[in-house]
């Protein structure tokens, strides 16, 4: 996810999802100080063939790494150390 400056055209990664995943529901609260992300079908291959049961972390161990089960999608909340505005 890339994230641009209107007033100065810059351009900078924000957020990179998961192996595979689709970031979607971007949502931002009217304080713009807490975001929220949901994290789409990490793990599954890229052309939609079948995974092997056996295997469930061969291409994704999100989001709870090797201690984890299947892959499987969740929805992030994204805050700033010093409570401030994202963005800024």
Same mark, same amino acid.
Request: aromatic share 4%; charged share 25%.
């Given at each position: ?6 007033? %100065?055209?810059?351009? *900078?990664?924000?957020? /990179? &999802? ?5 970031? =979607?529901?971007?949502?931002? %609260?009217?304080?713009? *100080?807490?975001?929220? /992300? &949901? ?5 599954? =291959? ?43």
């Amino acid at each position: 996810m890339l994230c641009a400056d209107p007033a %100065t055209g810059e351009i *900078r990664r924000f957020l /990179v &999802g998961p192996r595979q995943c689709e970031i =979607t529901g971007v949502f931002t %609260t009217p304080d713009e *100080r807490t975001m929220f /992300v &949901g994290i789409q079908h990490p793990g599954e =291959t890229p052309d939609d063939s079948p995974t092997d049961p056996a295997k469930t972390k061969d291409l994704s161990s999100w989001p709870d790494g090797d201690a984890g089960g299947r892959p499987r999608s969740a929805c992030i909340v994204i805050t700033k150390d010093d409570g401030g505005e994202i963005g800024s």
